[in-house]
């Protein structure tokens, strides 16, 4: 009986085992890192201050820093994605108050690839923002013309433009 129960025991134990090694294959397979997550696409970081708004996909604590990550379908890093985890990180920053060294993107073949949260690519993404927020504010603005009266009257947009003649 004691020798049947500590084989039945011995197997659950290698079923465990074995669970354990597949389920961290298939982690590392899909590109997740080690580490506490601490958000997973459930939160939104907003920060007023820098005028910045967005959403990681995880955040992780790894190593003492948290890290922002961002999966993607594609087979290599391209500067856009660059911008988006320098974005995250300056949420997080924000956020949490803590600088993050770097974020990371996950790619579609379960690779994962660092991005530094230097200076310089902290500077690009608020000059970015920036332009983007100005040519925000000139949507608003009219584009002045000067047609003549005949072609205004013509206009399918008369009612909507303040420079209609005749």
């Known amino acids: ?65 948290l890290i922002p990550e961002e999966w993607k379908s594609a087979k290599k890093v391209s500067h856009g994605h660059r911008l988006q985890l320098g974005a995250y990180c300056l949420l997080v920053e924000e956020e949490y108050g803590e600088r993050p060294p770097f974020g990371v993107v996950v790619l579609g073949d379960g690779s994962r690839v660092e991005v530094e949260n230097t200076e310089a690519l902290r500077s690009e993404v608020l000059a970015i923002a920036e332009k983007i927020r100005e040519r925000r504010d000139r949507l608003s603005s009219e584009i002045p013309v000067s047609q003549p009266a005949w072609k205004c009257r013509m206009c399918g947009q008369r009612t909507n433009c303040g420079q209609a003649r005749g």
């Open 1 to 65: 009986m004691i020798v049947r129960l500590f084989g039945v025991a011995a197997v659950l134990a290698l079923l465990g085992f074995l669970l354990v090694v597949f389920s961290k294959r298939g982690r590392a397979f899909r590109g997740l890192g080690s580490g506490e997550t601490v958000a997973l696409d459930n939160v939104t970081l907003f920060s007023e201050r820098l005028k910045l708004v967005g959403r990681p996909d995880r955040i992780v604590r790894q190593g003492g820093s």
